[in-house]
């Protein structure tokens, strides 16, 4: 999945004769914080909701204060993987597109960023969720993939969360294994550290009070 693919048509970009008060207004429309300032193919930046208030250019045209706009940005060509990092750190509501020539050809909101995130970790498709803990000295795939295949199971997805001030690593599986007891057995017998296990319905319920907390939170 690229970037080009995520993009929405439903949210628009500001012009610099916009106001603030457009701006603020759509931005509470479209449940977003930030919106791009575009003018004709060029990406200016960003301007957030506390931007617009903190400089009170509420009843003004954007294009006519000299704004320090941060422009945060990624090519159309590049991996989600890369979008998702660069909204992760900067802590982005939308993320503007640009093609090679560096013109704006849209933006990914966080929502669709949501979305395809669960396809890419396989939230959709029945099975079980196995975290293991372990030193990253220790991180082997091949051998979790093969205790998993051993009992007849198949690693749907899998990603490592490095812990803060240590060495060790957490590593989520899903598996299209619905019972994990066998699977749990032999991470237990190859003194693997099983720091939890989730049933399908369990991981499904967990995973839907988790979704909810975060629409309400975005539409808040």
Same mark, same amino acid.
């Given at each position: 999945m690229l970037a080009k693919d995520l993009i929405s048509d439903e949210i628009p970009s500001l012009k610099t004769t916009?106001?603030?008060?457009?701006?603020?207004?759509?931005?509470?429309?479209?449940?977003?914080? %930030?919106?791009?300032?575009?003018?004709? %193919?060029?990406?200016?930046?960003? !301007?957030?909701?506390?931007?617009?208030?903190?400089?009170?250019?509420?009843d003004e045209e954007l294009g006519k204060r000299k704004l320090s706009l941060v422009r945060p940005f990624v090519l159309q060509g590049q991996h989600v993987y890369e979008v998702i990092k660069m909204v992760s750190n900067l802590k982005l509501s939308v993320l503007p597109v640009l093609d090679e020539n560096q013109h704006y050809v849209g933006l990914i909101p966080l929502t669709s960023l949501l979305m395809e995130f669960a396809k890419l970790a396989a939230t959709r498709e029945?099975?079980? !969720? !196995?975290?293991?803990?372990m030193n990253i000295h220790d991180y082997s795939l091949t051998q979790i993939a093969q205790i998993i295949e051993g009992s007849d199971g198949k690693i749907l997805s899998c990603y490592v969360n490095s812990m803060a001030d240590s060495t060790k690593i957490e590593v989520t599986i899903k598996t299209n294994k619905e019972e994990l007891s066998g699977i749990l057995q032999t991470?237990?017998?190859?003194?693997?550290?099983?720091?939890?296990?989730?049933?399908?319905?369990?991981?499904?319920?967990?995973?839907?009070?988790?979704?909810?907390s975060f629409m309400n939170y975005i539409n808040i």
């Open positions: 916009d106001t603030g008060l457009m701006a603020t207004n759509w931005m509470d429309e479209f449940k977003v914080s %930030h919106l791009p300032i575009v003018d004709k %193919h060029e990406y200016l930046g960003l !301007i957030s909701d506390t931007d617009i208030l903190d400089l009170n250019i509420t029945p099975g079980g !969720i !196995i975290v293991l803990e991470f237990f017998r190859y003194n693997y550290t099983v720091k939890a296990s989730f049933q399908q319905s369990e991981f499904l319920d967990d995973m839907k009070n988790r979704f909810d």
